[in-house]
């Protein structure tokens, strides 16, 4: 089952349209900021473009940009920094609203303070939605209904973070750290 769906009445088309992801290394395209917010998903609406770069904590290093939203970012998003790709890989997953998120070191390239108010953007996102989220940051997994703990390619802990931190295990080890 994915969000209580039997997976034998999806198709690959279907599940691809419930899934929005931001990973590690985001993919950009040599393409205006603008069009790699609303890559893939429905037609562009301005006002929602906008709305998503605000809440990924993008609208201001975008608006600085000698062209804004026009600004194209090169080849892989070349032209920006990690941190500044990662954002626009984050409004992409709000502008595109998905039921599904799957997050992959969402916030690695992210200095401090912008990754305290993606934080928040990404708290605001996960509600109601079903998310599967790698991290090494203890920071971005605290709030998480489930926390699975790997360690070799294996389940090792399971558990909310008080319950993982009173256990005393590896996520103990790993929080201290």
């Known amino acids: 089952l994915i969000d209580g769906q039997d997976i034998k009445h999806t198709t690959i088309e279907s599940l691809r349209d419930s899934i929005a992801l931001v990973t590690q290394d985001p993919v950009l395209f040599d393409d ?3 069009a790699n917010i609303a ?3 429905k037609p562009m609406v301005e006002e929602e473009v906008i709305a998503a770069a605000k809440a990924a904590a993008a609208h201001d290093f975008i608006t600085r940009l000698p062209k804004g939203y026009d600004t194209r970012v090169g080849e892989a998003g070349g032209l920006l920094s990690g ?5 626009i890989a984050f409004a992409r997953a709000i502008y595109k609203d998905a039921p599904i ?3 992959d070191e ?18 605001e996102m996960m509600r109601g939605r079903t ?5 090494h ?3 971005t997994v605290k709030k998480a209904d489930l926390i699975c703990v790997l360690d070799q390619g294996r389940i090792v802990e399971t558990g909310r ?11 103990t080890r790993l929080h201290r750290t």
């Open 39 to 41: 890559y893939g998903t």
């Open 137 to 139: 940051r203890l920071s």
């Open 161 to 171: 973070h008080d319950e993982l931190v009173a256990k005393g295990g590896l996520y």
């Open 106 to 123: 969402p916030t690695s390239s992210l200095d401090s303070e912008a990754e305290a108010k993606v934080q928040i953007a990404l708290e």
């Open 32 to 34: 205006s900021i603008r």
């Open 131 to 135: 998310v599967l989220m790698i991290a």
């Open 101 to 103: 998120l799957l997050l």
């Open 83 to 87: 941190g500044e790709r990662q954002r």
